[in-house]
């Protein structure tokens, strides 16, 4: 029995560091933090960025595999609105920064031959994400 | 007298004070070092002083400031073409109003990199996967393990390190963290992009 607990632990230990190499290549090369960091202008405090990200990962899979649950208490409706709110943040600058690096927009643009109105299209996208997202969750088109 | 002059203009800079100098945006080398501190002195322009802005100045402008303090010199240019110089006001907000900025990004980049890994998680139907490997480890049906999740977490833990290099301040190798990296492609982006617009809408700072 000993032996198959062992591969287990051997076979859980690769995919994890392989999943890991895998995703924070994506969200690295996707540029989210590298934004977030040059629009506040604290690329300076780039490596705590790095540091939060990792640990957020970390405790984030190991509280969504373990499955452990915290009673909060009335705490936990203040972590779920911070936590709803930094998710929606991330959420909604990954799937742009997304669109961004397989170069939608330009491409949009200079097919239709588009040369003003840049603004206007990032605010119609941000608001057809958002009217998007409520019908989802408020509307029942939750699949 | 014949001067050759040596400029090497910076691709971009961050300064604080309003008076910019060419040996803020430049090195300059030359024969006679009495020359060279008397050009690096020389004032290019002066930034507005309330708000941070951004401008861009082409080196022919530098060339030309040179060559009004000194008509015989020789002005030879190895380096970018533009600069871009960022005036930024340190004294106001002054440090809280960083701290709290850093603070809110720790708090998106930690909640929002756990909601990543468990949104990945749940795409890939990870958890499915686990109970198929225990079945396909044990025979049957898993009676509670949870050897997989852990050592899971653990190699998760250990890609990630591996992967940026460093954790906390303990670091290995001396290369900058692919984050880094990335921020500074980033910044390199950014600066031909302001390069390009501004030679585009001819607010560049010029000769002509």
């Avoid at chain 1, 890991?20 to 690295?28: E, K």
């Avoid at chain 2, 309003?18 to 004032?43: E, L």
């Avoid at chain 2, 670091?171 to 992009?193: I, N, W």
């Amino acid at each position: 029995m000993w032996i198959k607990a062992a591969f287990l632990i051997v076979a859980g230990l690769c995919a994890g560091t392989m999943v890991a190499a895998g995703f924070f290549a994506f969200i690295t090369a996707i540029g989210v933090v590298t934004t977030y960091a040059q629009r506040t202008k604290t690329a300076g405090h780039i490596k705590t960025y790095e540091n939060t990200l990792a640990v957020g990962a970390i405790l984030g899979n190991a509280w969504w595999s373990l499955g452990l649950t915290f009673g909060m208490g009335g705490v936990g409706r203040i972590f779920l609105l911070v936590a709803g709110l930094c998710y929606g943040i991330f959420v909604g600058s990954l799937i742009i920064a997304l669109a961004e690096t397989i170069k939608t927009v330009p491409v949009f643009f200079r097919r239709a031959k588009i040369t003003t109105g840049l603004p206007v299209v990032i605010v119609a996208f941000a608001l057809g994400k958002c009217i998007g997202n409520l019908l989802f969750y408020f509307f029942g088109m939750k699949v | 007298m014949e001067q050759t002059v040596y400029i090497k203009l910076n691709k971009s800079v961050c300064l604080a004070g309003t008076d910019v100098f060419i040996s803020d945006i430049a090195s300059v080398y030359c024969v006679d070092r009495h020359v060279c501190n008397r050009i690096k002195a020389i004032k290019i322009l002066k930034t507005d002083a309330g708000s941070t802005s951004r401008y861009v100045v082409s080196v022919l402008k530098v060339i030309e400031c040179i060559l009004k303090e000194f008509p015989g010199a020789v002005v030879e240019s190895d380096g970018e073409q533009d600069v871009v110089i960022e005036h930024k006001d340190m004294k106001g907000k002054g440090k809280a109003a960083e701290y709290i900025k850093v603070f809110l990004i720790c708090l998106i980049t930690l909640l929002g990199g756990g909601l990543a890994v468990m949104a990945y998680n749940n795409d890939v139907g990870m958890a499915d996967m686990f109970t198929r490997i225990y079945e396909l480890v044990y025979g049957s049906e898993n009676s509670g393990s949870r050897i997989l999740e852990i050592s899971y977490s653990i190699g998760l833990a250990v890609g990630i390190i591996v992967f940026y290099g460093h954790f906390g301040s303990w670091k290995f190798g001396k290369d900058p963290t692919p984050l880094e990296v990335e921020m500074r492609l980033y910044e390199d982006d950014v600066d031909t992009a302001m390069i390009k617009q501004s030679e585009r809408e001819k607010n560049e700072i010029d000769v002509d």
